[in-house]
Structure formats: C-alpha cells, structure tokens
Nanobody, 115 residues
C-alpha cells in the first residue's frame, strides 16, 4: 500500500493549509485514517483520525482549528488546517489502518508556519 501526501508548505500564522493523502488501496474497509505530526526534537503525536463509521478524534492542541475528512471514492484523507500557529510547524504524516495488525504510513509533508 502506498500513501502519497501533499499540500504542505510555508504559511503565515493565522493562515490555512489543506493536506491530502491518497492511497493505492481502497479505503472503504479501512478501520481508520488520519494524520500525525513530528516536530524537531519531539515525539510523533496525534493530530486527527477518522474511523470508518465517521467518528473523529483530535489532538488537544488542534481542536477547533483542524478538520479531518475522508473520501472513500477517491481513497483519500484530508486535513483542513485553519488558524495555523508557529507551534503547528512539523512534518505531517498520514496513516491508514485496517484492523489492529495492518498499518501504513505516508512519506511525510512539511508544514512550516511563520510568525
């Protein structure tokens, strides 16, 4: 399974970006899809996930600013990021999981927020 993330870049604080992650395998039966991020010197952390039934989970620092969504026709998961802050600067990784044993990661896309 290949995951291709796109949409990262440089944006000013308060701005918006939309990340996309397309998969090479149908996501219809996937358990969950989502995004994680890793800033320099920090551990990878949850940003947002969406389960097959539509239930969404967000990291505490992005609640109210970020929105995760999925399109099972396009086999793509999205992350709409609004009101970006400098502390959102990180490499963002998409993730897809089937059950509890199969999990795949994208290559990462850099998001840099200038203050």
């Amino acid at each position: 399974v290949q995951l291709q993330a796109s949409g990262g870049g440089l944006v000013q604080a308060g701005g918006s970006l939309r990340l996309s992650c397309a998969t090479s395998r149908s996501t219809f039966s996937s358990t969950a899809m989502g995004w994680y991020r890793q800033a320099p010197g920090k551990q990878r952390e949850l940003v947002a996930t969406i389960e097959s039934g539509g239930w969404k989970k967000y990291g505490d620092t992005v609640k109210g600013r970020f929105t995760v969504s999925r399109d099972n026709v396009k086999n793509t998961v999205y992350l709409q990021m609004n009101s970006l802050k400098s502390e959102d600067t990180a490499v963002y990784y998409c993730n897809i999981r089937w059950g509890t044993r199969e999990e795949h990661w994208g290559q990462g896309t850099q998001v840099t927020v200038s203050s």
